[in-house]
């Protein structure tokens, strides 16, 4: 029989990350939030640190590149490093937009 299709506004969350080691120091991820209005992250850096937290819980202190937003058009690399219970999470960016906000005066 066929499985019941499951769709993220289904679920008690706005957002989902995926992840799934591809080597040793690689971890290849995908994140999904079209609740708030991303269909899909290319790099997701608080969820980075989250997911280095998760995993030096297990395996203890760890270095690791997360490979996100390929399949967008978007390569991203984030470099999560975890020491006794920290974590640290880095990578270059590009300027894609800027801006100002203007406030009125009080």
Same mark, same amino acid.
């Given at each position: 029989?066929?499985?019941p299709r499951a769709e993220i506004s289904d679920l008690a969350t706005d957002t989902v990350y995926c992840?799934?080691?591809?080597?040793p120091t690689k971890v290849k991820a995908r994140c999904f939030a079209p609740e708030v209005g991303v269909h899909e992250d290319p790099a997701t850096g608080s969820a980075a640190a989250g997911l280095g937290l998760y995993l030096s %819980?297990?395996? &203890?202190?760890?270095a690791?590149? !997360?490979?996100?937003? %390929?399949?967008? &058009?978007r390569d991203s690399?984030? !470099?999560?490093?975890t020491a006794r219970g920290r974590v640290r999470?880095?990578?270059s960016v590009v300027l894609a937009a800027e801006g100002e906000v203007h406030l009125p005066e009080a």
């Open positions: 029989s066929m499985q992840f799934a080691p591809v080597a %819980a297990r395996a &203890g202190d760890l690791f590149d !997360i490979a996100q937003g %390929a399949e967008v &058009g690399t984030i !470099i999560v490093v999470v880095g990578g």
